[in-house]
């Protein structure tokens, strides 16, 4: 039974650490959410600890530069783990070779820097890394059918950097490298996601959460807060975590009415998702 509360405080006992999705729960790519960057400021002067982990498909340091750019304080959180992060692990593994067919936009180029990479056309390619649109206010997926199949012709498989199919930018939708890839597995193409639900991020940020905490976390004294519910509900359930469902972010239209919470609608949705996350509201505060 998902458990409604109004703010961060109301949860006893208290977790030990979050893991705070960041688009739709603390800033919509456009401005911070004051209440949620409060929200996390005093949950760390209370001694908890929080470990943002994000699909955005850049680095850690990439991600915390566009957060201060943002005006989100440090004192929020205590790191950043992304899903950026865990797709240069997979590329320094050596097991998607050493030329690819790139997908992404100018902003996406820290997910390569450093590495010894070279981007090439798919007849050239061993795999593909999909981190986005290069052009997400007016492309859509229709413009990269053309390069996908040239891919597929070849059988490369893609790495995808972002599993997230779209968020909202400032109240509008902008689809996600996600939407490419599930084009891409529909035409039988392989994709491997590093992101959230997928397993890969999760244990990189538990991992780090561990050396925040100075030893191994407890996983029913972390809690997992988002708004996407194929990514941060269904990945928390799928990594033995408790979930906190911002209802307010992507599933606003099918949760919420008026600025609040209807339960009706929330069960509803939870139902068709398959999904019962510990707790929901509306927005993080």
Known sequence: MTRLISALSDLSPAPQALLCDLWGVLHDGLRVFPAAAEALTAYRARGGRVLLLTNAPRPAASVIAQLDGLGAPREAYDGVVSSGDATRAELESGRWGERLVFIGADKDEPLLEGLALERVA????????????????????????????????????????????????????VPCAGALAEWYARQGGEVVFTGKPHRPIYDLALTRLGEILGGPPDLARVLAVGDGPATDVLGAR??????????????????????????????????????????AMGHLA
């Open 122 to 173: 798919p007849e050239a390619a061993d795999s593909v890394l999909c981190a986005g649109f290069a052009h997400d206010d007016r492309e859509t997926v229709a413009d990269y059918i053309p390069l996908m199949e040239r891919a597929l012709a070849r059988g490369l498989r893609m790495l995808c950097a972002n599993p997230d199919l779209l968020i909202h930018r400032g109240g509008r939708e």
């Open 238 to 279: 799928q990594a033995g975590i408790p979930a906190l469902f911002v209802t307010g972010g992507i599933a606003v239209q099918d949760t919420m009415q008026g600025g609040e919470i209807r339960p009706d609608l929330l069960d509803a949705f939870l139902k068709r998702h398959d999904l019962a996350p510990s707790w």
